[in-house]
C-alpha cells in the first residue's frame, strides 16, 4: 500500500529564505508526482508535475526534484515571499490507467515580513 | 473554459439529515474522482467515476455514502444520515477521456460540510 509522507509537518521562516520541503513514498513504482498548493479554506493549485522518467521539474522560484529509487522529491523554494504561505501538497500518481492520487499530509508554511 | 465547478461551497446539515454534493467536470472531461480532506489531514481518495459507471470505490465508506456520474448532469456525490465525523472538506478532480502521458487532474474548489 503506497503511503506519502511529508517533512516537516509546519514551518515558519522569514522572508528571503530558501526552502525545502521534503516528500517520501514507500511503493517506488509510481507513474507521475506532483505538488500542489492550498491557501486556508481554498482549493488545490497545482505547481509542478513530474514524470517518473524526468528527474526535476522548475516553474519560477519553485523547483521540484524526484529521485524515484529512493521514493523521495523535494519542492525547493528561492527566496521565500510572505505570499508563498500556504499549505504545500505532494501527490503520486500509481498508473497509467488513471489519474487517482495518494496524497502526503501536507507542510503548512508560514513566511514573515 | 471554466474550471471544475463544485456546489455548494459550504453546506451545513443537522445529524441525520442527508448530504448532497455536486461536481461539473471541466468541459471534455469524462473522468470525475471524489476526495475527502479531514480536519488538519492529507487528502484522501473516495472514489473514481467515468460517464455512467464507477471504475475504483475503494476509499468509500461502506454505509451512507455514494456516487453518481450520469450521462447528463453533474456527478454527484451522496452522504445519507450524515454524523458529526463526517464533516469535512469533498474536493472533487476531473481529467479528460485521452490518457496520454501528460494528462492531470484539475481541481475544483471543494465543498465544505459541517454537520451540526
Known amino acids: 500500500k503506497q503511503e506519502v509522507t511529508q517533512i516537516p509537518a509546519a514551518l515558519s521562516v522569514p522572508e528571503g529564505e530558501n526552502l525545502v520541503l521534503n516528500c517520501s513514498f514507500t511503493?517506488?513504482?509510481?507513474?507521475?508526482l506532483q505538488w500542489f498548493r492550498q491557501d486556508p479554506g481554498k482549493g488545490l493549485t497545482s505547481l509542478l508535475l513530474?514524470?517518473?522518467?524526468?528527474r526535476e521539474q522548475t516553474s519560477g522560484r519553485l523547483n521540484a526534484s524526484l529521485d524515484k529509487s529512493s521514493g523521495r522529491s523535494t519542492l525547493y523554494i528561492a527566496a521565500s515571499q510572505p505570499g508563498d504561505s500556504a499549505t504545500y501538497l505532494c501527490?503520486?500518481?500509481?498508473?497509467?490507467?488513471?489519474?487517482?492520487?495518494?496524497f502526503g499530509t501536507g507542510t503548512r508554511l508560514q513566511v514573515f515580513p | 473554459n471554466a474550471g471544475v465547478m463544485q456546489n455548494p461551497r459550504h453546506l451545513v446539515r443537522r445529524r441525520g439529515q442527508e448530504a448532497r454534493l455536486r461536481c461539473s467536470p471541466m468541459?471534455?472531461?469524462?473522468?470525475v474522482y471524489w476526495y475527502r480532506q479531514l480536519p488538519e489531514e492529507g487528502l484522501k481518495f473516495m472514489v473514481y467515476?467515468?460517464?455512467?459507471?464507477?471504475?475504483?470505490e475503494s476509499g468509500m465508506p461502506k454505509e451512507r455514502f455514494s456516487a453518481e456520474f450520469p450521462k447528463e448532469g453533474p456527478s454527484i456525490l451522496r452522504i445519507q444520515q450524515v454524523v458529526r465525523g463526517d464533516s469535512a472538506a469533498y474536493f472533487c478532480?476531473?481529467?479528460?477521456?485521452?490518457?496520454?502521458?501528460?494528462?492531470?487532474?484539475?481541481f475544483g474548489q471543494g465543498t465544505r460540510l459541517t454537520v451540526v
Open positions: 478532480a476531473s481529467s479528460p477521456e485521452d490518457r496520454g502521458g501528460n494528462t492531470e487532474a484539475f
Open positions: 501527490a503520486v500518481r500509481k498508473g497509467y490507467n488513471t489519474d487517482k492520487l495518494i
Open positions: 468541459k471534455g472531461h469524462s473522468h
Open positions: 511503493d517506488s513504482a509510481i507513474y507521475n
Open positions: 467515476l467515468q460517464k455512467e459507471n464507477i471504475i475504483d
Open positions: 513530474i514524470q517518473s522518467s524526468q
